[in-house]
């Protein structure tokens, strides 16, 4: 079923057993890549066979890290729909503006791809109790896939997280512990927990598979666009993990010799003016981010001082001839009325970011008005709404 290999350290080149549970690089303390035998992949499977399986994202089986079928937790995840946007499309000037709605997965927003992937894997290498520190939404998706695949969650949340993610995360019998600060102070205090008590940790990129479900966003949009990629992409950026495993998809495809042609497309990182730290390290030309401070946004999934693979998302935007861009709060507010009013799409604030982050970039002359335009809109802007 899957042609997983082994797991690669993306710093030092190290191989691990991909047998056994891992975590990170304890050498350099950076994340570790699934590697899959992509020769007998190209060999044995053809790319468009993929279309004639059920839908979601584990028809990519091969390409993802779980052996046997029956570890596979599934809400039937993935294949979300890519939506042209004629109207806001027009108004801009732009001939083939796009959006991949991620909010129409399972709990909400595409969380749900990496956690289930994650949990999966987790599930067939023997863990019981999975812990994690979440800005709100991978909280809920990992409630809901552990409730599914039998496994004890614990979420540990900054406590002005929005009321919904609390609310999903216990009615699935989640423990939820609420606490002062970001998702920063909410990971010291999981991973003390998870090495005091044994619960396995499933931090953004502290484990190798979260990334894995999400690089499959690249391969339904190859797919989609007839095994070509588009011109650029948009994409809400806290702790980067679409943004690296669509590089990574993009990687694999180009190995598994799918790709009609080399062209890829270039990344934008999208983040708040009130924690850019991806768009400061862009701009100041760093190798990897400051952390930073009193960081504060309606999109809480963009409240992440500094994620984990910091480098790795520099590393990618620049190859990609991609760019970062930070938007207020309020450009994000404005953006998302004109994505419902006008496309009937209600955006996360973090989707809706992606289209105030656009229109920065038409007036800056980066995108051309005739380009393959992809925004992410990464969940619901229902479990936004505040308690009264
Ligand atoms: C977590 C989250 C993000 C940021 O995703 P990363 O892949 O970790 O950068 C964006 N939007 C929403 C709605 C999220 O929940
Ligand atoms: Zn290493």
């Known amino acids: 079923m899957s042609y997983l290999v082994n797991l690669q350290c993306y710093e030092c080149g190290r191989f691990y057993d991909a047998g056994v549970i891992q975590t990170y690089c304890p050498v350099c303390q950076a994340l570790l890549f699934a590697r899959y035998d992509l020769d007998a992949v190209r060999r044995e499977l053809d790319r468009d066979e993929f279309r004639s399986r059920p839908a979601g994202m584990w028809r990519w089986r091969e390409l993802l890290p779980v052996h046997q079928s029956e570890n596979m937790i599934s809400l039937r995840e ?163 993990t679409g943004l690296v495993g669509m590089w990574k998809a993009f990687e694999e495809m180009e190995a598994l010799g799918w790709l009609e042609n080399s062209c890829r497309p270039r990344m934008v990182a999208v983040q708040s003016a009130g924690c850019a730290p991806v768009v400061k390290a862009f701009q100041e030309k760093l190798p990897c981010c400051d952390y930073w401070l009193d960081a504060s946004t309606i999109a809480s999934g963009l409240r992440v001082p500094k994620s984990f693979a910091d480098r790795i998302i520099l590393d990618d935007l620049r190859e990609s001839n991609g760019n970062a861009v930070a938007v207020s709060d309020e450009a994000i507010i404005q953006a998302q009325k004109r994505l419902a009013c006008m496309e009937g799409i209600f955006a996360a604030p973090e989707g809706a970011a992606t289209l105030a982050a656009l229109e920065t970039l038409i007036r800056q002359g980066w995108v051309a008005l005739d380009e393959r335009i992809v925004l992410f809109n990464t969940g619901t802007g229902l479990k936004y709404i505040p308690a009264d």
Request: hydrophobic share 40%.
């Open 78 to 240: 993935g294949d979300t729909p890519l939506l042209r946007l004629p109207n806001l499309g027009s108004e801009l000037g732009l001939s083939r503006l796009m959006v991949k709605d991620e909010s129409l997965n399972p709990t909400g927003t595409f969380k749900a791809r990496g956690l289930s992937a994650a949990l999966s894997k987790a599930k067939e290498l023997g863990v019981t109790k999975v812990i994690i520190p979440t800005a709100g939404n991978a909280g809920g998706a990992m409630a809901a896939y552990a409730a599914r695949g039998g496994l004890k969650a614990h979420i540990v949340m900054p406590q002005d997280s929005p009321r919904a993610n609390v609310e999903e995360s216990r009615i699935a019998g989640a423990t939820v512990v609420l606490i002062a600060g970001s998702i920063t102070d909410a990971a010291g205090l999981a991973g003390e927990k998870a090495r005091a008590e044994g619960w396995f940790d499933v931090s953004t990129f502290k484990e190798p598979y979260r990334v894995e479900g999400k690089k499959i966003m690249g391969y339904e949009l190859a797919e989609e666009f007839g095994w070509t990629l588009p011109d650029v992409i948009i994409y809400p950026t806290g702790g980067g």
